[in-house]
C-alpha cells in the first residue's frame, strides 16, 4: 500500500492524451474566471499577441490586442482553453493552452496561439469601480450589459 497520496486520478473514459492536458493544465498553471470578481484586468501573453481583457459578468469580456479580431476593446463571450483540440477546459485561462472566445461579427469561435503568461497588470485597474467604469470608458451596469460612458482624460 502506498503512502503517497494520490494527487490525480485519470478518468477512465477519457483518452491518455486527454488526463495528460488535464494534469500538464494543472502543472502549468492558469485561472478559473469564476474565481476573479468583475472589473479584473488579465494580460494574456499569447506566442503571437498580447491580450487586455477586462471581466465583465458571466463569461462576458473586453478584450484587445489582435490586429484583425479585436484592436480596439470589443464585447466577447470567453468560452476557455484547449489544447489546439475540440476538448475545452470551461471558463478557464491556462498557461500552455490557447484562448478561446465567442466574437459578436464572427461565426466561430477565435482561437489563440499558446498562452504564454497571464498577469493581472499592476497598476492598470478599472478607473472608478464604484461606478463601474473602466479604463477604455465602458460602463458596467451590473445587469451583465455594457453602455459606452463619457471618457474623462487620458489613463496611463
Known amino acids: 500500500m502506498s503512502t503517497c497520496p494520490h494527487l490525480f486520478r485519470s478518468h477512465p473514459n477519457l483518452s491518455d492524451e486527454a488526463n495528460r492536458n488535464i494534469v500538464q493544465?494543472?502543472?502549468?498553471?492558469g485561472v478559473f474566471l469564476n474565481d476573479l470578481p468583475p472589473a479584473t484586468v488579465l494580460e494574456i501573453q499569447t506566442q503571437h499577441h498580447c491580450y487586455l481583457?477586462?471581466?465583465l459578468s458571466d463569461n462576458n469580456?473586453?478584450?484587445s490586442g489582435h490586429p484583425q479580431y479585436c484592436p480596439?476593446?470589443?464585447l466577447v463571450a470567453i468560452a476557455g482553453s484547449t489544447w489546439g483540440g475540440s476538448m475545452l477546459k470551461r471558463r478557464f485561462v491556462g498557461r500552455g493552452m490557447h484562448l478561446?472566445?465567442?466574437h459578436p461579427e464572427y461565426s466561430t469561435p477565435i482561437v489563440t496561439s499558446t498562452i504564454q503568461e497571464i498577469r493581472e497588470p499592476?497598476?492598470?485597474?478599472v478607473r472608478?469601480?464604484?461606478a463601474g467604469v473602466d479604463r477604455y470608458g465602458y460602463n458596467f451596469r451590473g445587469d451583465g450589459q455594457t453602455a459606452r460612458a463619457h471618457r474623462v482624460g487620458?489613463?496611463?
Do not use: R
Open 72 to 74: 480596439e476593446p470589443i
Open 25 to 29: 493544465s494543472e502543472i502549468e498553471g
Open 61 to 63: 469580456a473586453l478584450i
Open 53 to 55: 481583457v477586462v471581466l
Open 100 to 102: 478561446e472566445f465567442c
Open 122 to 125: 499592476p497598476g492598470v485597474q
Open 128 to 130: 472608478d469601480q464604484c
Open 154 to 156: 487620458n489613463i496611463e
